[in-house]
């Protein structure tokens, strides 16, 4: 963050002669290493709004790197929902303006300050957790923000493993204690979350029931679910049933249900669920409330809760972030965990938020790429 | 429950030889004991439907009491709106025709089986966890059935102790780490739960905020909350403000809510709640639904769960139970944890109902007493 006002209220590079003098007080490394970052194309915002017209595309100067700092040369970072709410001003947790767009990303070490330790030029990294700002070339934080990936792992899936994936798997993780052999049902079940969730579901032998939306090609979507692994899917037309447990057949009452739509498809996925159960809502795509009865509670007694990533952005919880991003690379790597993605240049940035806002119709996921 | 079936599905008594028998083969005491109960008047309902018509006054023959039988008296017995609700055919957990109303109250011990320890004719027994069929004048049941409690303590309380008081204080301790100089804020505070609450809370030094209808007497009703110890009394048109949270002065946000109503009266527990607090359901008096935002699961991280106290009534608890009522009853005798109530004598029994029905207005906890 103090980086970017740095860029912002400070363009004039600081005092040649005090970096020279401190780079030549360090070791051969750190005096090898350049002193300040190359300058930076970046997608800022001065203010809050529609971000198809508060975005723009700017150069900003070069900055120090300092002694325990990290210069990542950026190779791929994805437009989220939450990228986009962001700039909305939908969220409680703002960044100061002017602000450079992006959350999530992963870059190539370009240099290091003199006391940074692990990282070498050319190492792929993560920002983990993630940080304001990934949607510019060049990145400079301190060595703590950046976590080392294989350099083995697709840069599409290291850039956009974060926001979606680890949402999918956590909700699997720290709600119910899920056993091989339960299932699971979720809303929403075609956007990327759900794809993860239910491919993280079916690599733990836990069954999932996927509730998508009526509309053209719904048919063509649950064959694309089926195939990534999905036992059931329904439209919310399907589930206009007297009893949707009778659905069930083989698959046993879930006990664990994953919302983001809210309305009627959070309703389904309450009837679904076991005595006993847990709602976990993430997300609102139908901007309604979510109505449940009386007798949820008391008879069925089922939990309703929520989760909200930037609860892992907490330092107590780094090294569990961390290996749980490593496991998820590696179902990457290994082709067990995919999801479809659609490369944009930086040029084209804003062709690619038109299709990340729903302009152009159903659009893979849209990653910037450097 | 076995009991009853007995009583109804063979009315004629026992062989008497092989009773008698039974009683010569066993100690002084046992055969001193009767071997069978007492005929018994009780409120029997054959089938399920309204309480004030399918409920009658019947005369049951005598039962036996086996060896580890107590066959007690009752003083006194509750018509909670549970016990309404049950006849009505409401619950789930059903008990099997023809059945005795009621399920909890307090009686004397009058006879024991001769295997029977630790009871003797005269002492305060509960059943606990309660059981159906309290609403009869003689009671046989396995000791274990019966948990002796203080002689001292007044008939009306330890007849009325467990399914609201107790309701109370688990709602207090199980789901959320309360520490003094924290708050609570619930619905439907003139109920018995709603006052136990109150008052239990201001035991501990929690705050409580309490949330009850607008009508006629709210102000009195008011006065009478905040001198057993209610920090705060709101009707819920006094609520109807940009910001409820402006209201809370010096009490800090709640961390548990406590919601009996539902509709209007859930979203108010829900907008007094901190960040990351739970809101318990126990009741839906207004037969609405409980609605609730997405931002409120997400952003909040609200939890919404239900209490249900059958899950109390499982071996496992037992002496979690045992030990709770026992501490009750104590605050009972201390004059800590009052409430209303009103005794109607067994012959008055349609009168009482009639009055719980809420057929003559607003009226105390009716207790019949045997």
Chains 1, 2 share one sequence.
Request: proline share 7%; charged share 20%.
């Amino acid at each position: 963050m103090a980086y970017y006002f740095c860029r912002f209220l400070n363009s004039k590079p600081p005092h040649k002669s005090s970096s020279l003098l401190r780079s030549l007080n360090h070791s051969v490394r750190s005096f090898s290493a350049p002193a300040m970052s190359p300058p930076a194309t970046a997608i800022v915002y001065h203010q809050e709004g529609p971000p198809d017209s508060v975005t723009k595309m700017v150069e900003l100067p070069p900055v120090e790197i300092k002694q325990n700092d990290v210069c990542v040369k950026m190779l791929a970072a994805p437009i989220n929902p939450s990228d986009i709410n962001r700039i909305q001003g939908v969220y409680p947790v703002k960044p100061q303006m002017p602000a450079v767009g992006g959350f999530e990303g992963v870059g190539e070490v370009h240099s290091i300050g003199s006391a940074v330790k692990g990282l070498s030029p050319g190492d792929l990294v993560i920002p983990c957790p993630p940080s304001f700002g990934t949607w510019q070339t060049y990145v400079v934080k301190e060595q703590s923000v950046w976590h080392k990936v294989d350099n083995r792992t697709p840069v599409g899936y290291a850039a956009t493993v974060f926001v979606n994936p680890l949402t999918a798997l956590k909700m699997l993780e720290d709600f119910v204690d899920l056993k091989q052999g339960d299932a699971i049902v979720q809303n929403g079940a075609t956007s990327m979350v759900g794809q993860c969730i239910m491919q993280l579901a079916r690599i733990r032998g836990i069954r999932s029931i996927n509730i998508i939306r009526d509309r053209a090609g719904s048919d063509a979507a649950r064959e694309k679910l089926k195939s990534l692994g999905a036992d059931e899917v329904y439209t919310e037309s399907q589930l206009e049933v007297k009893n949707v447990k009778s659905l069930l057949g083989h698959i046993p009452e879930p006990a664990l249900g994953l919302n983001c739509v809210g309305g009627n498809a959070a309703s389904l996925v309450i009837k679904f669920l076991r005595r006993g159960g847990t709602m976990v809502t993430y997300g609102g795509m139908s901007k309604k409330p979510i109505t449940v009865s009386t007798s949820s509670f008391i008879f069925k007694e089922l939990s309703l809760r929520g989760f909200y990533l930037q609860n892992f952005m907490t330092s107590s919880r780094a090294e569990e972030c961390k290996s749980s991003i490593d496991y998820l690379l590696g179902l990457m790597r290994e082709g067990k965990l995919t999801y479809d993605m659609e490369f944009a240049p930086l040029d084209d940035f804003h062709l690619a938020l038109d299709k990340s806002l729903g302009k152009l119709g159903s659009q893979p996921k849209q990653v910037i790429k450097f």
